[in-house]
Nanobody, 116 residues
Framework: QVQLVESGGALVQAGESLRLSCAASGSFFSINVMGWYRQAPGKQREFVANILVGGSTHYVDAVKGRFTISRDNNKSTVYLQMNSLKPEDTAVYYC??????????WGQGTQVTVSS
């Protein structure tokens, strides 16, 4: 069984930084994609960033230049460095993974709250 465990969410002030982590465990073949999505209250879950097996990264326009996604292949862990946080970044952040021909797998989410 595949499990994704996120950590790093917190309450911060606007302009501050946070680093989210997501560790994958269990039985799975090579990871193709790891990424982050978020869901704000009353809104649908939206894509934030992902990193592909070859290392290429993609971001939603709203976070470009502020967020950086990275991956530690040895630890099957993905990170999201979030700088210059804004109140509109407030959401539950979910980790996602696709491995082999399976997935997506989802984590349980971690709350990020940015106060103005």
């Amino acid at each position: 069984q595949v499990q994704l465990v996120e950590s790093g969410g917190a309450l911060v002030q606007a302009g501050e930084s946070l680093r989210l982590s997501c560790a994958a465990s269990g039985s799975f073949f090579s990871i193709n994609v790891m990424g982050w999505y978020r869901q704000a209250p009353g809104k649908q879950r939206e894509f934030v960033a992902n990193i592909l097996v070859g290392g290429s990264t993609h971001y939603v326009d709203a976070v470009k230049g502020r967020f950086t996604i990275s991956r530690d292949n040895n630890k099957s862990t993905v990170y999201l460095q979030m700088n210059s946080l804004k109140p509109e970044d407030t959401a539950v952040y979910y980790c996602m993974m696709m491995a082999g021909d399976k997935g997506p797998y989802w984590g349980q989410g971690t709350q990020v709250t940015v106060s103005s």
